[in-house]
Nanobody, 118 residues
Framework: EVQLVESGGGLVRPGGSLTLSCAAS????????IGWFRQAPGKEREGVSC???????SYAGAVKGRFTISRDNVKKTVFLQMSSLKPEDTAVYYC????????????WGQGTQVTVSS
């Protein structure tokens, strides 16, 4: 059974930082891409960042320069370091896996809430 478990969400002030983790099990981690998505209240889910099996990252324009994605294949975990956070970054953040970035999603995590507020 494939499981993706996100952690690290919470409440942070504007300008602050937070690091999310996505721990995977039941999947050949080295072979898959892992992406981060987010969904704010009343809005559609959107892609935030993705990292390929060969460690190539990509970012949505809204987060480029502020977020950094990385992966640890030994720990089977993907990290999303978020800095210079803005209130508009408030959302539930989900990780997901598939064979490639921008390809079909095979599995989703349950999500972790990030709230940016003073």
């Amino acid at each position: 059974e494939v499981q993706l478990v996100e952690s690290g969400g919470g409440l942070v002030r504007p300008g602050g930082s937070l690091t999310l983790s996505c721990a995977a099990s039941g999947v050949t981690f080295d072979d898959v891409a892992i992406g981060w998505f987010r969904q704010a209240p009343g809005k559609e889910r959107e892609g935030v960042s993705c990292i390929t099996s060969s460690d190539s990252p990509s970012y949505a324009g809204a987060v480029k320069g502020r977020f950094t994605i990385s992966r640890d294949n030994v720990k089977k975990t993907v990290f999303l370091q978020m800095s210079s956070l803005k209130p508009e970054d408030t959302a539930v953040y989900y990780c997901a896996t598939g064979w490639r970035c921008n390809g079909p999603i095979d599995y989703w995590g349950q999500g972790t809430q990030v709230t940016v507020s003073s």
